[in-house]
């Protein structure tokens, strides 16, 4: 079956938008106490100027502890499941590998059991690096196809709480902070592009910019073989694809958005845009990462990159921020990469 192939799931459908201001309200605040809460245990990333051009901005999560964005999401879901429910005994979640890392590390600093079940096909450095941090790893078996199904599976054999990457409330202020630090430091942003998977990090930043400012235009990017994202935001229902996507930005190979996105972005429209990059433009924009920005992203990271050299984002001479998501690359794939350019 072809990548790309997707099925429609026609219970989901796009009604009117809802009162965003109160919403808006009461994100804001939940954002402000994640903040808060994971600030102990993450870096501020700065927010970088370029020679590319005088009005970009770029937001390096590859700078982040654990190299991802990821742990300011888990910090944020972890710390507050352990201060409400104190009898948790761990947890456990699917993951490519940023999330896993995050995770883990969240888990160890309230000294919770970690599992994660992670694809046989994945990045090995993110397994060993997820490994390190003291999480048992489950692979033998599992797919992106089955590994909803064998955590569901996992789940019941074990008591552990399910911290879901990317469709988690929890999770997404979480990950709402990072844009918040970017908005903090260049106030005057008038468009934002952010990577897009399942959709977490691209709900709680447009929760942030659109609490920032509500002309603010906030972009989607992910890739041309992985564009249910796009097409969900086009058709106002969710789409699936029937099977993971071959992409070289093996972060974002979910098959379909989350309901928070949903929410987020359909729902109550406060995504302007998801655009599509192809992979020879994803190749062109890690190269340019490693080699011109001398910034060690990994091909998820560089989406917003991507889209941005592609000149696929609104208006030229605008102030625009690119939240950069990860650096945890395979080293012999970037290898590959910088050798033939």
Not at 71 to 95: D, Q, W
Not at 304 to 320: F, W
Request: a neutral charge.
């Amino acid at each position: 079956m072809a990548d790309g192939e997707l099925q429609q799931q026609p219970l989901v459908r796009q009604t009117a938008p809802a009162d965003n201001a109160s919403f808006l309200r009461e994100q804001a605040e939940l954002i402000a106490q994640a903040a808060e809460r994971i600030q102990p245990h993450i870096r501020r990333t700065p927010a970088l100027s370029t020679d590319l051009d005088q009005f970009l901005r770029l937001k390096p999560e590859c700078f982040q502890v654990t190299g991802s964005f990821k742990v300011r999401g888990a910090f944020n879901a972890v710390m507050k499941l352990h201060a409400e429910r104190p009898e948790t005994k761990g947890v456990i979640a699917v993951s490519s590998g940023n999330h896993a890392q995050a995770l883990a590390l969240a888990a160890r600093a309230v000294g919770l059991r970690a599992v994660i079940l992670i694809p046989e096909d994945a990045n090995p450095a993110k397994v060993a690096a997820t490994r390190a941090l003291g999480a048992e790893v489950i692979q033998h078996g599992i797919t992106f196809a089955n590994r909803e199904e064998k955590l569901r599976e996992a789940i019941g054999q074990r008591s552990l709480t399910l911290i879901h990457p990317f469709d988690d409330w929890n999770i997404v202020h979480g990950q709402a902070t990072a844009a918040r630090e970017l908005l903090e430091d260049e106030p005057e942003l008038q468009v934002l592009a952010v990577p897009t998977g399942g959709g977490g990090l691209l709900s709680g930043s447009a929760l942030s910019a659109k609490i920032h400012n509500r002309d603010l235009k906030v972009i989607g990017v992910e890739p041309e073989s992985a564009d249910d994202a796009a097409r969900s935001f086009r058709t106002g229902s969710i789409q699936s694809l029937r099977e993971a996507p071959t992409t070289l930005a093996d972060g974002v190979r979910t098959t379909a958005i989350g309901s928070c996105t949903y929410e987020v972005a359909i729902r109550r429209r406060l995504v302007d845009d998801i655009v599509t990059v192809s992979e020879n433009e994803i190749i062109e924009a890690t190269r340019a990462a490693w080699l011109k920005l001398k910034l060690a992203l990994e091909p998820t990271g560089a989406l917003p990159l991507a889209a941005y050299l592609a000149e696929k984002l609104p208006g030229a001479n605008r102030r625009l921020g690119l939240l950069l998501s990860g650096g945890n690359f395979e080293p012999a794939t970037i290898a590959k990469l910088l050798a033939t350019s």
